[in-house]
């Protein structure tokens, strides 16, 4: 039996996975634990921000052989919908220099020659949902300048709070994740309503996806 952790970074997202089934257990995070086909899932909220992220899925990731997120998102220029994270990027993470703010890869030096700042997720099974680069950080973006910056500057079409931050613990770990997201608003002056009108739908349209993905590991 394959163990599975699933981080959900809002009640509404955790609630929205295999909804109604698992014990809940109490503790720093809430969390269930449930048993679907040949795998034990663990299924945690852990919270908003990369800290609240890295926290939770360093304290039940060593036990699982999958790091999942699933959840919500901004677009920035990306159709609405549910998306396959096939990359990572910390936008927060690296060097402000004179007249610019230099990224790198999380964890990196943020000196000298930056590489690729991404982290690449494990192989798509096969779900048939469309690829994103996702661009997380510590700030809630509702704001069109910013996301046209991390848009043409690190080629992401979707932003969050978490995945990236997933990301760099399953690297560190040495573990395979993946993260499915769908998009609530456009990370414009509209996001912070947007968000919550359409938190519900969108997290029950990613958990629809998890549900698939988990039965093809």
């Given amino acids: 039996m394959a163990d599975i952790l699933i981080l959900a970074a809002l009640p509404e997202e955790g609630d ?16 269930r634990r449930l048993a679907i086909g040949r ?3 663990t299924i945690a909220t852990c919270g908003l921000g990369k800290v609240n992220a890295a926290l939770c899925a360093g304290m039940f990731g060593g036990e699982a052989e999958v790091l999942l997120m699933s959840g919500t998102c901004g677009s920035l220029g990306a159709a609405p919908g549910a998306y396959w994270l096939a990359e990572a990027v910390q936008h927060d993470y690296g060097a ?29 099974p096969g779900l ?9 950080g510590d700030s809630f973006v509702a704001c ?63 958990a629809r996806q998890i549900d698939r993905l988990a039965a093809m590991l």
């Fill in 144 to 206: 069109p300048d910013a996301a046209a910056d991390l848009k043409s500057n690190l080629g992401a079409t979707l932003v969050d709070m978490e995945v990236g931050a997933l990301a760099q613990v399953a690297a560190r770990l040495g573990k395979p994740w993946a993260a499915i997201k769908a998009v609530t608003d456009e990370a414009n002056g509209e996001s912070a309503g947007d968000f919550h009108a359409n938190l519900v739908r969108a997290a029950n349209v990613a």
């Fill in 96 to 124: 402000n220099e004179p007249g610019r703010f230099r990224r790198y890869r999380a964890g990196d030096w943020p000196i000298g020659a930056a590489g690729e700042a991404h982290f690449t997720a494990m192989a798509d």
């Fill in 39 to 41: 795998h034990a899932l």
């Fill in 128 to 136: 048939g949902l469309p690829h994103a680069r996702i661009a997380s």
């Fill in 16 to 31: 929205a996975l295999f909804p109604g089934q698992g014990a809940r257990e109490g503790g720093s995070f809430a969390v």
